[in-house]
Structures are given as C-alpha cells and as structure tokens.
C-alpha cells in the first residue's frame, strides 16, 4: 500500500518532538512523514524574537514543502497547529491531498488565536508573558494533567519539554483559502475536553463538507495513545 506524504504540524509550547511516536509508526507503514518544529519552539527556542509572528510559522511549513519538492500531501496540525495548516492552505493549497485537524482551531479568515479564544485569554497570555520577564514569549498555560490525563514524572516529563511560546503567533491573524484546498477532516478527542475546540468539532460534524472522527482520548492524544493516532492518519494517507 503506498502512503501519501504526512507533515505533522505541533501545537503551542511544543516542537516537532511531540509528533515523535505517530511518526515513526507512520514511517514503519511506509510513509515519507516531516514533522517540523517550528520557529521559537523546543530546540529552535533561541531563534524567537519579538517578530516571531503567525506568517513566521506558515512559512516555516511552507518551506519544508518546497525544499523536498512535496505534492500530494496529507497535513495534519494539532491544536494550534489548526492555525498554521490553514495559512499553509492558502499558500500552497495545490500542494495538498487533505487537511486533518487533529482537535485543533479552525480559523476563518482574517482571524487570530486570540480572536478565537477570547480577551480574556490574550490578557492572561499577555499577563504571563510580563510575569515571566518575557513579554514576547507566554510560558504554557495548559497544565499537562489537563491535556493527557497523566499526573506525576509521567506529566512532568512532557512538562519539561515544554517551551515558552512567541506571542506574536497568537496575535496575528491568519490568512484562510477562499475555497477549501484539499478534502478536509476534523478529529475530535472527547476524553477530559478542554472546552477551545468543540464548536470546531460540532460544525464539522454537521457539516457535508467535512469528514468526521471522534477519538476516545484526551487533548493530547498525539502522546496519550500514539498508536491509535498513526493508525487514523495511515488511513486517511492510504
């Protein structure tokens, strides 16, 4: 069975890490998987500025697609990572077999991740970032006992990867295809919800433009249950 091509797109505060066990049961399938970390995050931290924008993260994935010459590509983003395949969409939307949005933000255009979580969430990003003596860069804000279900060295092992987040990311709208690029998919975790992206999950659920998945899993499922998660995107790249 020949797999399409997977980039796997991480969340906030993450890197390319988090992808880690998905991937190498996508590759033990056969599949030509690129997990990229994006600017400012895990072992690219010291390349954050106060610049470190949205379009920053864009064409990051942007370039993995144009310096291996990829087509046909299944592209995956997790939570926050919704944000960054969506402008992807809208650069290289020919480059595209299918956009999954692993319980992830899915933005219209012209819209932020502060526009879609709320005042109250920029003022608290905000807030932490001048706390921590960073005011470009938000220290995480999801405890990881939330998004896993995990609780002690098995929480604070995922904790300790974790990396403060450019705020600018978070601050700059995202530019959103004007029709959809490739097939579409939502994957909602419905275990321990977090409450940020079930209107996501409930509008792709009724709706015929999209296909639909529930995973019986937490936030994080991409660490929580690695298997299940490869075994969803081997499908949708077969």
Do not use: K
């Not at 983003?77 to 299918?98: K, N, P």
């Not at 502060?114 to 995480?140: C, H, M, V």
């Not at 004007?178 to 996501?200: D, W």
């Not at 709706?207 to 499922?221: F, M, Q, V």
């Amino acid at each position: 069975m020949t797999l399409r091509t997977c980039v796997l797109v991480h969340g906030g505060w993450h890197g390319g890490w988090h992808w880690d066990d998905v991937a190498a049961r996508l590759r033990n399938a056969g599949a030509d998987v690129h997990a990229p970390t994006l600017t400012g995050l895990a072992e690219r931290a010291g390349e954050a500025t106060a610049r470190t924008d949205m379009s920053t993260h864009v064409a990051d994935v942007v370039r993995v697609i144009d310096e291996h010459g990829l087509d046909d590509v299944v592209l995956v983003g997790h939570s926050y990572g919704g944000m960054v395949i969506t402008g992807v969409a809208a650069e290289r939307g020919d480059r595209l077999a299918e956009l999954v949005y692993l319980d992830a933000f899915v933005p219209q255009d012209g819209q932020s991740v502060g526009d879609l979580l709320g005042p109250d969430f920029t003022a608290a990003a905000r807030a932490l970032a001048e706390a921590a003596g960073t005011p470009s860069l938000i220290p995480p804000m999801f405890p990881v006992e939330d998004t896993t279900g995990w609780s002690g060295e098995r929480a604070a092992a995922i904790a300790r990867r974790l990396t403060s987040h450019p705020i600018g990311t978070m601050e700059e709208p995202v530019r959103a295809p004007a029709e959809p690029a490739a097939r579409r998919t939502f994957v909602y975790c419905n275990a321990r919800p977090l409450g940020i992206v079930e209107p996501y999950a409930s509008a792709a659920r009724e709706s015929p433009d999209w296909d639909y998945y529930e995973l019986a899993g937490p936030h994080d499922a991409v660490r929580v249950m690695p298997a299940t998660v490869a075994g969803l995107i081997e499908s949708l790249a077969s």
